[in-house]
Structure formats: structure tokens, C-alpha cells
């Protein structure tokens, strides 16, 4: 390991980058490469200036410098997004496929929303025949790329050829997921089938979504209400019935110390969640007893008079995915920010089981209060938050119900739909809460 720097040095390395950033704004790029030299000099594996002069030998294709340059960048800084895409570069080009897709791929885990690295995995899928992994990577270097960017000349024959690459995936994933629900599907000309004609359209690409804004699997037709009556449904009153039992199990858990879980939980390399202060946060908490279609034993056999009140609901049911249940434990003073659900093609349904004064729920404009033993029936699609201004726990069951305007073929076909999408992509593929 280097030597600390004394003060001097270090001040003067600070001076010589912040000059050598100065002079690249300016497109003085040799005085800029002197700059980052002597810098290098003064600090050898210094992270910044061996990333620039590192890109600098490749433009000049000095590969061997380059490489041990941005090797040397990323020994000092492995975080350092922009050295991880040059060495994908690199490796490109000296014909070394599998490490430059690695490369970029640590680049993207470093800086989820560099649209120009997800350009060039997109790339790299497609030179390696894997079109339909290329596609999601077009679409995302599309989402996070920014306006000014998409009019650039120098740049439309990219995005062409990132929209023609996602057309095309649209295509087959539409012909992959009809062939999948044929039988279902029966006589396309059905009345009863043109909801999800239209679904099947909006998933794929073909149609526009002109409603709310589920964030994975929009369903047409379906009116955006914010909160659904509990007295329009005759299982709510069953459910309510067992508001006692299920208070009298969730406090033996939180009695008994079980362990909850933070409800947000990103994994390494995915953009920022829609509730980033949350990320891997206790301060909203889930204890589940079903989660991702699985029943959660430890925990369910805890609470068995709640799981029995819950088979009164209709829940909505899709393998590897559905049902879900958990008490959601939100801790005093914590604010769920606005926030948008992935399909429409479910209700959210929160049983209020402890409240304190000054916690509140808003759908849309509307905003409503827990109700201890009241069902709150809403739409997630429609941009929500929730907060707990007071200063005690507040804790509610949540769990998911079908769509009430959703007959009992188009459930099947939307569960269809979510494996198939599955199947396509693969079980490990990012399709948000579907």
C-alpha cells in the first residue's frame, strides 16, 4: 500500500484535477491529459486520472496501456461506473465478449441509471445472439436517457436501431405469450376477451396504456377509482369479523419479538426504488405469511385464525407470484413516499389492525384514515403514499384481491400472462410486484 500523502501533495493533486476538469469542459483535452499525467505522477493508481488516461490510450488503441490503466482505476476506486465502462470497451476490443459484458455490467450495478452503459449491454446481448435480454437493456438506456440527448443527430441511428430491436422483441413476446393461452383465448372475437386483447397489446407494445399507471402489467377498461366501498362486497364482512383474532395474533408476534423484515429490499445493480430513503430500512417493516405465492410457515402458523379469514377474500392467485399477506409495520414518523403499483388488475386491501392519530393513507386526491377492523379497499396504480406522524408503531395487514370487474377468464389469463412473461424472460427477471 502507497504511502499517505502529505498535505501539500494532496492539495496540489486536488488543484491539478480541478484544473484538468476545467480544461476538458473547455475541449482543451492535451493540456487536460498533462494535467491528469502529473497527477498520476504525484499519486500512481490514482482512480480519476488513471480512468482518463486510460481511456485516452484506448482512443489512441494502446490496448495493453489502457487495460493496465483502467485496472489500476478500478483497483483504487471499484465504484468508479465510468472506469468498469471503458474496460468493457477494452475488452470488446480485443474480442473478449464475456469480459466486457462482466465489465458493463459492474458499471451498471455502480450507476444504475448511466443510460450509455445499458446502450452498450444492449449491444453486447445483441452481438451475442441474446436479443431478448439486448431489448430490456434498449429500453432502459431509452428510459434513462435524457430529452436533450434523444434530438442529438449524432445519436438517432442508436435509438432507431434500439426502438427497431424493441419492436421486434415486442413482436415475438406477443406471439410467444398468445400461443401460451390458445386454448384460453378460444375465439378472439369474444366480447369477454376484449379487455385482454387490449392488455395484451399495451404489455407487448402495440397500444398505448391512456388510464392510470401500473408500472408492469396495465389492464384497459378498468375505471381508475382510488378507494373501493368494503359495503359493495359481501366477503368484507367476513374478513372484518376476524378483526379481533387477527389483533390478538399479530400481538403475540410482536410480543414474542419475531422478526420483521424491511418491506423495500433492492438488490445490488437495479435502479433506486420508488422508495429509496426505505431501501433495506426497518422503519417499514413486513412480517409476511405468504409472499410470492409461497406460504411462509414459521410465520403463518403463528397467526392461523388471520389466514383463515383471508380464504374468505378473493385473493388474486399467480404461481412463483401471488397470493401475498403480511402485517406492514410502519415506526413513528415515517413517510411513504408517492409511489405507483405494478398492475391494475388487483386491489390492494389494508386490514387496520393498530392506529395511532395522525397516520393516513392518499390515493389520488383522496385521503383517508385506518379504521381499526375496517378494510381499506384501493387501487394501488394510482400514485399513493402513507405516513405515521405520530409517535407509536402503526401496523396493518396488507394483502391483494382480484379486480372485482375482472371475470374469472380474464384472472386466468392475467396469471397466465405473468408466468408467460416469466417463462420468456426468465424466473429471475425484474417485473416489479406482479
Known amino acids: ?12 493533486i486536488n488543484q491539478l484535477v480541478a484544473q484538468a476538469e476545467q480544461l476538458s469542459q473547455r475541449g482543451q483535452q492535451d493540456a487536460a491529459l498533462s494535467c491528469w499525467r502529473q497527477v498520476l505522477a504525484l499519486q500512481p493508481g490514482h482512480a480519476a486520472a488513471s480512468n482518463q488516461l486510460g481511456a485516452h490510450a484506448l482512443a489512441q488503441g494502446d490496448l495493453v496501456a489502457a ?13 468508479l461506473a465510468i472506469a468498469h465502462a471503458n474496460l468493457s470497451r477494452v475488452h470488446s476490443a480485443q ?29 453486447l446481448l445483441q452481438a451475442a445472439g441474446r436479443p431478448r435480454e439486448a431489448a430490456m437493456s434498449w429500453s432502459n438506456a431509452l428510459g434513462y ?22 419492436r421486434e422483441n415486442q413482436e415475438q413476446l406477443h406471439a410467444h405469450l398468445r400461443e401460451r393461452m390458445e386454448a384460453l383465448l378460444g375465439n378472439s372475437e369474444r366480447r369477454e ?10 404489455v407487448t407494445g402495440r397500444r398505448p396504456f391512456v388510464t392510470a399507471r401500473p408500472l408492469m402489467l396495465p389492464f384497459p377498461r378498468l375505471p381508475a377509482i382510488p378507494f373501493f366501498e368494503r359495503e359493495d362486497y359481501p366477503w368484507v364482512a367476513e374478513v372484518e369479523a376476524a378483526f379481533p383474532a387477527m389483533l390478538e395474533e399479530l400481538q403475540g408476534v410482536l410480543a ?31 412480517y409476511f405469511l405468504w409472499k410470492d405465492g409461497a406460504r411462509i410457515d414459521a410465520h403463518a402458523d403463528l397467526c392461523p385464525r388471520t389466514e383463515a379469514a383471508l380464504a374468505h377474500a378473493p385473493q388474486n392467485t399467480v404461481p412463483g407470484r401471488a397470493p401475498v399477506a403480511f402485517f406492514s409495520a410502519l415506526k413513528p414518523g415515517v413517510h411513504i413516499p408517492p409511489h405507483n403499483g405494478a398492475t391494475n388488475t388487483r386491489l390492494t386491501v389494508h386490514m387496520p389492525l393498530i392506529i395511532p392519530p395522525d397516520c393516513a393513507l392518499r390515493v389520488g386526491d383522496e ?3 385506518w379504521e381499526p377492523g375496517k378494510l381499506l379497499m384501493f387501487d394501488d396504480t394510482i400514485r399513493h403514499e402513507a405516513w405515521n406522524f405520530s409517535d ?13 370487474m375482472l371475470t374469472e377468464l380474464e384472472r386466468e389469463l392475467v396469471s397466465q400472462t405473468v408466468q408467460g412473461m416469466l417463462s420468456y424472460y426468465g424466473t429471475g427477471a425484474d417485473l416489479g410486484e406482479l
Open 1 to 12: 500500500m502507497a504511502p499517505p500523502l502529505d498535505a501539500p501533495a494532496q492539495t496540489r
Open 67 to 79: 487495460r493496465q490503466l483502467l485496472d489500476d482505476a478500478i483497483a483504487a476506486e471499484p465504484g
Open 95 to 123: 474480442g473478449n465478449a464475456t469480459a466486457a459484458l462482466e465489465q458493463i455490467d459492474l458499471a451498471i450495478r455502480a450507476d444504475p441509471l448511466a443510460w450509455g452503459a445499458h446502450m452498450e449491454r444492449a449491444r
Open 145 to 166: 436517457m435524457p430529452e436533450p440527448v434523444t434530438r442529438a443527430p449524432h445519436m438517432q441511428a442508436w435509438i432507431e436501431q434500439a426502438r427497431a430491436a424493441i
Open 193 to 202: 376477451l376484449q379487455r385482454f386483447e387490449h392488455c395484451l397489446d399495451i
Open 256 to 286: 414474542s419479538h419475531q422478526a420483521f423484515e424491511p418491506y423495500v429490499k433492492t438488490t445490488p445493480g437495479e435502479p433506486p426504488a420508488q422508495f429509496a430513503a426505505l431501501d433495506n430500512n426497518l422503519d417499514w417493516g413486513a
Open 367 to 369: 385521503t383517508r384514515t
Open 392 to 404: 407509536r408503531l402503526r401496523v396493518v395487514l396488507i394483502f391483494d384481491v382480484w379486480h372485482p
